[in-house]
């Protein structure tokens, strides 16, 4: 932590079945103190999908925080902290699309919202998939759509497509692979 911020000390104000949220108690080097949100979340992965014929894969699935569907990348949180990532990319693949992926390639690391949260997202490339079956949790509902470069861009630069772990994905795939 810096030198001028010291934490004093930590709270759980909620816990919950994704993240734990905290009051942290915060002094400064000119003697003030504040009182900052922090949310601890542990850590998730997704995959950017992409078929032979280069469409990629999404989801789209009801998100309670925007109280409407979202078309986004399959990802889901880690099953423990210690969880390697690249094994919750192939989990969530298959769960949420019904494809394997006979090869997963790191892309990018992402933190969602480092103001307050620790979230980081690992996101994976999947090529040479192989269609299997979904495997959807009890009270998940998830369509399955491929969709080409242009379209999902298109998408992105007209706001149908919001999600930060998604827009970084497809546009980081375009900038490593197809330039």
Known sequence: MDNNIKRTGRELVYQGAILEVYKDHMEFANGNHAEWDFIKHHGAAAVLPVLKDGKIVMVTQYRNAIE????????????????PGIECARRELEEETGYKAG????????RTTVAYCNEKIEIFLARDLVLSRQHLDENEYVDVRAFTLEELKE?????????????????????????
Do not use: H, Q
Not at 68 to 83: C, F, Q, S, V
Not at 103 to 110: A, F, G, I, T, Y
Not at 155 to 176: C, H, N, P, Q
């Open 68 to 83: 409407r569907d979202t078309w986004e990348i399959p990802a889901g949180k880690l099953d423990t902290p210690e969880e």
């Open 103 to 110: 090869e997963l390639v790191w892309l990018l690391n992402l």
């Open 155 to 179: 998408m992105i630069f007209t706001g149908r497509i919001e999600d930060s772990k998604t827009i970084a994905a497809i546009l980081a795939y375009e900038s490593r692979f197809l330039r």
